[in-house]
């Protein structure tokens, strides 16, 4: 079955840095699509980056363009997301997320389980 399971998460102070990661599992991570959704706390979820499933296009919430970078290894089956200069804005549970396609849409059907980025001083 289809697991995405997040790590990297944690507490950061303003303007440090974290790199989120999300090994992924049975499917064939090479040809789909992937994402980054974030969800703050009391609010509703918030998409942040896309790549296609090559790694050749990205795409990213205007928030977090020149601060986040979202890669992925197909060779390890694992996402990335880079973050830095962090806000406390950016506050939120991070969710790694698999689209339908090899290319970027708005069709989602995994998700993992969130991890809890935190930044506070």
């Known amino acids: 079955q289809v697991q995405l399971v997040e790590s990297g998460g944690g507490l950061v102070q303003p303007g440090g840095s974290l790199r989120l990661s999300c090994a992924a599992s049975?499917?064939?991570?090479?040809?789909?699509?992937m994402s980054w959704v974030r969800q703050a706390p009391g609010k509703g979820l918030e998409w942040v980056s896309d790549?296609?499933?090559?790694?050749?296009?990205?795409y990213y919430l205007d928030s977090v363009k020149g601060r986040f970078t979202i890669s992925r290894d197909n060779a390890k089956n694992t996402l990335y997301l880079q973050m830095n200069s962090l806000k406390p804005e950016d506050t939120a549970v991070y969710y790694c997320?698999?689209?339908?396609?090899?290319?970027?849409?708005?069709?989602?059907?995994?998700w993992g389980q969130g991890t809890q980025v935190t930044v506070s001083s």
């Open positions: 997320v698999k689209q339908v396609f090899r290319v970027v849409g708005v069709s989602y059907d995994y």
């Open positions: 049975g499917f064939t991570f090479e040809n789909y699509a």
């Open positions: 790549i296609n499933s090559d790694g050749g296009n990205t």
